[in-house]
């Protein structure tokens, strides 16, 4: 999965279709950096994935991971925006394209909103994450912010996603043959072509646009 990854980004690598990404509004009498800094550290140090760049060798990638990493939380004065200013202009550094060979596959970014209020950007590529696993680390990011200056409150991390790429590559090497005509037997017959309805013809170039429709159906 994360090859295929690679080979989307390295092939788009203006795409921003597989960063996931969070902001959380802070609501804080004092200033949320240093505490922020501390947390998002601990989380790094938690997890290999976000420290990990994606180099080319031999024309396949290759995980690049650190055994310790500084990270950086970019910060920005917004300030002198209007609240729907600040929104598209968070919006817009979403969807900053990954260089996941210089920087790897995840960002923290700081908004500065004046007053009380900041708002941190979490965005994370599709090569380090999925929706479960990025709602976990939201969490954990959360509760290690709100136990500041006290022992940790989360569990060691009892295995890696580097452990289960090798269980799965170890069970293809053993395996793969068997599984593959197993499924070649499950899905015979079946069609070629899924011919699903449409509103408008497919565009000749795949562009991500798109919009949000909301509808009630009724039981």
């Known amino acids: 999965g994360q090859e295929g990854l690679w080979i989307i980004q390295k092939n788009a690598p203006e795409s ?5 990404g969070l902001a959380l509004l802070i609501e804080s009498d004092s200033d949320p950096a240093p505490t922020l800094r501390r947390a998002l550290q601990k989380l790094v ?6 420290r990990t760049t ?18 950086t939380l970019q910060e920005f004065d917004i300030s002198h925006l209007s609240w729907a200013e600040a929104l598209r202009h968070i919006a817009a550094a979403q969807q900053l394209p990954f260089n996941l060979e210089a920087e790897g596959g995840c960002r923290f970014q700081l908004f500065r909103r004046g007053g009380r209020e900041s708002i941190l950007l979490f965005c994370v590529h599709h090569i380090a994450v999925d929706g479960w696993s990025f709602r976990r680390l939201i969490d954990e990011l959360l509760r290690l912010y709100a136990a500041d200056g006290q022992p940790n409150p989360l569990a060691p991390v009892r295995h890696t996603y580097h452990e289960f790429v090798r269980l799965q590559r170890d ?33 000749p170039v795949q562009t991500f646009h798109g919009a949000t429709l909301l509808q009630t159906l009724d039981p």
Do not use: I
């Open 45 to 50: 140090n938690r997890h290999p994935l976000l």
């Open 16 to 20: 921003a279709a597989y960063n996931v």
């Open 171 to 203: 069970t293809l090497e053993s395996r793969g043959e068997e599984l593959r005509r197993a499924w070649m037997d499950e899905l015979k017959g079946a069609p070629l072509v899924l011919n699903l309805p449409v509103d408008r013809p497919r565009p």
């Open 54 to 71: 994606y180099s080319e060798v031999d024309g396949r990638p290759r995980q690049v991971v650190r055994g310790y990493q500084d990270f």
